[in-house]
């Protein structure tokens, strides 16, 4: 019969040493970070911006979409189409994750433990994990298994908002870091699954294809009349 066996002691001891490295160096980073709030109105605005929980996630839902049109040939459609399926789907399978993370677990935001230099509104749900962070490193992640150039910049884009969400006060640095994991996660889970959307996936470009190419004919013919 199978057993799972208990850890020692000492190995308990270990992991909640661990444990209680990883909150005070969470801890360390974020005052050093936050210590950037306050000191020019300058810096202050650009930290706001940079911790909007819409600008950012607008911009990247913009930069996903964006990589049909940028396609010209056939395997790039192709390659755009299933990269925003991808996408589409690891954010949805996130955002469930997501709820059902913050209904089981509640972190504290730092503003309501400590004093903190907050340069944004007071959010009433978990800290952890970051549900901003979450959602711009599944569009970034989603892109970059497909385009490697765009879902690198999208990573940075991601990355600046998150280090601004921390430096504004609003979140800790382990929970920008549980927001990459999960999104991780999720785009890989949806990955796993590209055997699925594939074939509708380049079934609708091939559809698309031959609608632009009928366009295409209708507007040299309509050139040659004229």
Known sequence: ?????????????????FFQFLIALDRAVFRGLNSI???????????RLGADDHIFPAILALMVLSMLPLSRKHS??????????CTVAAVALAMAVLYGLNSLFYRPRPFSTQAVHLLFYRNTDSSFPSNAATLGYTFALGVFAYRRRLGGVMLGLATLMSVARVAAGVHYPLDIAGGFLLASGCVLAVLAAEPLYAPPADRLVSG???????????????????
Request: glycine share 12%; hydrophobic share 40%.
């Open 1 to 17: 019969m199978f057993e799972i066996s208990r850890p020692s002691t000492r190995e308990v001891r270990r992991m909640g040493a």
């Open 37 to 47: 709030a306050g000191s020019n109105a300058v810096t202050d605005w650009l930290v």
């Open 76 to 85: 790039g459609r192709v390659t755009a189409v299933r990269g925003i399926i």
């Open 208 to 226: 698309l294809d031959r609608l632009l190419a009928s366009w295409r004919d209708t507007w040299t013919a309509g050139k040659g009349d004229g």
